[in-house]
T-cell receptor, first 112, second 115 residues
């Protein structure tokens, strides 16, 4: 059975702090790892990582995949209150249609 | 605009009732999925379908049923056998490999509460 584990489960920081969210995976026929941000309703896509060691960046967010360690990290620098959300990690493998296995999520709370 | 429509946004169920959640997409995606999310937690897969008239159980299928009679539609029925149905339900569809993000698109969700 495929499994994705995230840590920490929750995190409280102050504006301006830098945070690192962790994701480890055991996914049969692994293809990609995806990160999402969820604020109220539908998750919003952040990154899709397929190759090990290549960092993807978008503004203050960045992520990297380590296929040897079966893990990924999501970094957020200079956090803002608008970064408060649940961050979801998901592994894609097996079928070609992109069935995703999600982790439990990390609840990030950023205080002013 | 293309997208996924879930309805209703909020649903209240009495004990012993079956309820059906609607999910419709106009993205021409082959694959569709139903996820359940409990407060402060990740998404767990209930059922998924890769093609019309075919679907597979996910990790937590007990107490749920689905149908896929049309490519555009993938309704989920929460039966009375589901003992703890209060949760947020998300429908998704995907285009599959070769597309950025697999072309994964989420609906805006249905919040189901047992009263």
């Amino acid at each position: 059975e495929d499994k994705v584990v995230q840590s920490p489960l929750s995190l409280v920081v102050h504006e301006g702090d830098t945070v690192t969210l962790n994701c480890s995976y055991e996914v049969t026929n692994f293809r990609s790892l995806l990160w999402y941000k969820q604020e109220k309703k539908a998750p919003t896509f952040l990154f899709m990582l397929t190759s090990s060691g290549i960092e993807k960046k978008s503004g203050r967010l960045s992520s990297i995949l380590d296929k040897k360690e079966l893990s990924s990290i999501l970094n957020i620098t200079a956090t803002q209150t608008g970064d408060s959300a649940i961050y979801l990690c998901a592994g894609a493998g097996g079928t070609s249609y992109g069935k995703l296995t999600f982790g439990q999520g990390t609840i990030l709370t950023v205080h002013p | 605009d293309g997208g996924i429509t879930q309805s209703p946004k909020y649903l209240f169920r009495k004990e012993g009732q079956n309820v059906t959640l609607s999910c419709e997409q106009n993205l021409n995606h082959d694959a569709m999925y139903w996820y359940r999310q409990d407060p402060g937690q990740g998404l767990r897969l209930i059922y998924y379908s890769q093609i019309v008239n075919d679907f597979q159980k996910g990790d937590i299928a007990e107490g749920y049923s689905v149908s896929r009679e049309k490519k555009e539609s993938f309704p989920l029925t929460v039966t009375s056998a589901q003992k703890n149905p209060t949760a947020f339900y998300l429908c998704a569809s995907s285009r599959g490999q070769g597309s950025p993000n697999y072309g994964y698109t989420f609906g805006s969700g249905t919040r189901l509460t047992v009263v």
